[in-house]
């Protein structure tokens, strides 16, 4: 009542400051109103909210198996268990992805290092300048490794030097090394994640096992490649970085005998510049199970076309709270 009784006077003293003190009073009846909404916001708490969009890196080539550029969204049609879904999502333009490189330095690999840390590099030269990447340095133990602790680096040199701060010793925990990747890759920032597997052997060190590594990548949503480098027959299993590799959209390389791992690494950089980016937001259902994708072209003129992505994702993965999001916001 004290603030309406002073309003009254002064627009009993003078006409010609009516807005002025009108605007006055407004304000202060506001402010009371915004802190008591704080409070009232302040013991509800923050909101968190759920990231419900599917993202898919998918490759086009044609015969020759070059890049199919310049294809518009309507030429796509996205599946989920053999439902059309209408697509959110789609790009074209080469876009920055989260990277990490598992590095395998079990002791087999000594001689092979330098040759990695070159192919680390010559990866980096070759990828967006905007990507975000790390390396795992794993043998018996796993380790992210970067110079100064840092979560990412865009620097070739920075990638090389962790790659070479580890000597080659121990056993092979293969399993536990993809498992730290697909977490460390959900620090990043960007939609579009991969990761890229260096390794000559199987595993025989790990406390996980492939079926957890299966599960992990298919909530991740990353794409896997693997570099697969000649070793001790008895502890090679090509086949778990295939199965990987194709059940995640990526490709898996095995060079030959003076085949350059360089050559190899920037190809992969290649591969994921030269792709679409498609978004889907799936149907609510109340499981967790695994959700088959299939992605078809559809392009006159251009004879028959190849389309690589994703075999599917884990419904789990669309659970995942987004910390300190507020109400209303995606």
């Known amino acids: 009542m004290n603030l309406v009784t002073s309003c009254c006077k002064l627009l009993s003293r003078s006409r010609g400051v009516v807005a002025v003190v009108l605007l006055l009073c407004a304000a202060a009846a506001y402010a009371r109103t915004a802190q008591s909404a704080q409070s009232t916001s302040a013991g509800q708490g923050t909101i968190s909210v759920e990231t419900a969009l599917v993202v898919l890196p998918v490759r ?3 015969a020759d198996g070059d890049f199919v550029s310049g294809l518009a969204q309507e030429r796509f049609r996205v599946y989920e268990d053999g439902r059309r879904q209408p697509i959110a999502l789609f790009r074209q333009e080469d876009t920055p992805v989260t990277v990490g490189l598992v590095v395998d330095h079990s ?6 290092l330098s040759g990695v840390a070159a192919a680390v590099s010559a990866f980096a030269q070759s990828s967006n300048p905007d990507d975000e990447m790390f390396v ?46 697909l977490n460390h890759l959900q620090l990043g920032r960007w939609d579009k ?13 790990s406390g996980r096992k492939y079926a957890d590594i299966l599960e992990l990548s298919r909530r991740s949503q990353a794409v896997i490649y693997a570099i697969g480098l000649v070793g ?12 990987l590799s194709k059940d995640t959209g990526g490709l ?15 190809r992969i950089a290649h591969d994921l ?56 916001q995606s």
């Open 136 to 181: 795992v340095d794993f043998s018996d133990n796993v380790s992210v490794e970067l110079p100064g602790g840092k979560p990412f680096t865009s620097n070739p040199q920075e990638l090389a030097q962790a790659v070479s701060a580890v000597s080659a010793r121990g056993m092979t925990a293969l399993y536990d090394a993809v498992a730290e990747g």
């Open 107 to 112: 002791r087999s690999m000594g001689p092979k």
């Open 60 to 62: 086009v080539t044609g």
């Open 252 to 266: 898996a390389f095995f060079p030959a005998q003076g085949e350059s791992i360089s050559d190899i690494s920037a």
């Open 232 to 243: 001790a027959p008895e502890e090679e299993n090509p086949g778990v970085l295939r199965r």
């Open 273 to 328: 510049r030269e792709q679409y980016t498609l978004g889907f937001t799936p149907e609510k259902r109340n499981d967790d199970s695994f959700r088959k994708i299939h992605v078809e072209v559809t392009a006159p003129g251009l004879g028959k076309l190849q389309v690589r992505t994703r075999s599917g994702y884990s419904a789990a993965a669309l659970k995942r709270p987004v910390a300190g999001a507020s109400k209303g």
């Open 193 to 205: 994640k991969a990761l890229i597997i260096v390794s000559d052997g199987g595993d025989n060190a």
